[in-house]
């Protein structure tokens, strides 16, 4: 039987992506790269499901990121590993431009491209026993324009410089200190805290959400706004013509809880 290192459990409205490779920490192979990119566009399609959590099958490991197995045949050369990256490109760029939240529920090692993974994701909430790190100086490699990105538009360009150039791994402490993670929670609570937040979530209205993870992309690309289409400046208030506007409104109304439709 063939075992899946990365599989998706559905619970309601909820999909978990489940890194399922606990030899390897988790690492991700070239196959499983693509594999991962298909997954989340299945997901991207499915109108039933209103969140996405990331997570490891077990304590120990979200992932350790790029197989380094691998690279004697996948990642040798230039060549290899320009083809390597499209790959990993794909993966981080179907969960980054998903328009449903996503949530990685960081246990364990959390380095290499299972940290840039995490940077793809609209929140991450750590156990306390995660460790971070991005130690691609001790490989003699080079992070890609679209993590760098990623990772400076989360903890800034002083705490990229420090993890990038010391090569250091840091405790969910300090990820949380460099705006890394949202929040840490104990290991024994993590898994009732994230399922808690991400039924919260799935609650609320789905339009709110692609709309406000739009805006904070355009936002991160163009932050002075110079560059805005008349569609764009319409967003805002294009929900008002929304069912999901009508529902809240009335639901609010009538003081009791709104059933959102997402259109």
Same mark, same amino acid.
């Given at each position: 039987?063939?075992?899946?290192?990365?599989?998706?459990?559905?619970?309601?409205?909820?999909? @978990?992506? +489940? $890194?399922?490779? /606990?030899?390897? %920490?988790?690492? *991700?192979?070239?196959?499983?790269?693509?594999?991962?990119?298909?997954?989340?566009?299945?997901?991207?399609?499915?109108?039933?499901?209103?969140?996405?959590?990331?997570?490891g099958?077990d304590?120990s490991s979200?992932?350790?990121?790029?197989?380094?197995?691998?690279?004697?045949?996948?990642?040798?050369?230039?060549?290899?590993?320009?083809?390597?990256?499209?790959?990993?490109?794909?993966?981080?760029?179907?969960?980054?431009?998903?328009?449903?939240?996503?949530?990685?529920?960081?246990?364990?090692?959390?380095?290499?491209?299972?940290?840039?993974?995490?940077?793809?994701?609209?929140?991450?909430?750590?156990?306390? @026993?995660? +460790? $971070?790190?991005? /130690?691609?100086? %001790?490989?003699? *490699?080079?992070?890609?324009?679209?993590?760098?990105?990623?990772?400076?538009?989360?903890?800034?360009?002083?705490n990229?410089?420090?993890?990038l150039?010391?090569?250091?791994?840091?405790?969910?402490?300090?990820?949380?200190?460099?705006?890394?993670?949202n929040?840490?929670?104990?290991?024994?609570?993590?898994?009732?805290?994230?399922?808690?937040?991400?039924?919260?979530?799935?609650?609320?209205?789905?339009?709110?959400?692609?709309?406000?993870?739009?805006?904070?992309?355009?936002?991160?690309?163009?932050?002075?706004?110079?560059?805005?289409?008349?569609?764009?400046?319409?967003?805002?208030?294009?929900?008002?013509?929304s069912?999901? $506007?009508?529902?809240?409104?009335?639901?609010?109304?009538?003081?009791?809880?709104?059933?959102?439709?997402?259109?």
């Open positions: 039987m063939m075992v899946e290192n990365i599989f998706v459990e559905r619970v309601g409205s909820i999909a @978990n992506v +489940i $890194f399922d490779r /606990p030899e390897k %920490r988790n690492a *991700i192979n070239y196959e499983d790269w693509h594999k991962l990119g298909d997954i989340v566009r299945d997901l991207s399609v499915d109108d039933e499901i209103r969140v996405v959590i990331f997570t099958k304590d979200f992932s350790a990121g790029a197989d380094i197995t691998d690279f004697g045949e996948r990642r040798n050369n230039s060549r290899q590993a320009a083809l390597y990256q499209e790959a990993f490109d794909r993966a981080l760029g179907a969960i980054e431009s998903l328009q449903i939240p996503t949530i990685a529920k960081i246990k364990g090692t959390c380095i290499g491209g299972g940290c840039e993974l995490t940077l793809a994701m609209d929140i991450r909430i750590a156990a306390d @026993n995660a +460790i $971070f790190g991005i /130690p691609a100086a %001790r490989l003699g *490699i080079v992070i890609g324009y679209q993590e760098m990105r990623r990772l400076v538009a989360m903890i800034g360009p002083g990229a410089s420090y993890l150039m010391s090569g250091r791994l840091i405790d969910a402490s300090t990820a949380l200190h460099f705006g890394l993670v929040s840490v929670l104990s290991l024994s609570s993590i898994d009732e805290y994230v399922t808690e937040l991400a039924v919260e979530i799935s609650r609320l209205a789905p339009l709110s959400h692609k709309q406000h993870k739009y805006i904070l992309q355009r936002v991160l690309k163009d932050p002075q706004l110079l560059n805005m289409s008349s569609e764009d400046r319409k967003i805002p208030f294009d929900n008002f013509d069912d999901d $506007f009508h529902e809240g409104y009335k639901a609010f109304q009538d003081r009791r809880n709104p059933v959102f439709k997402g259109r």
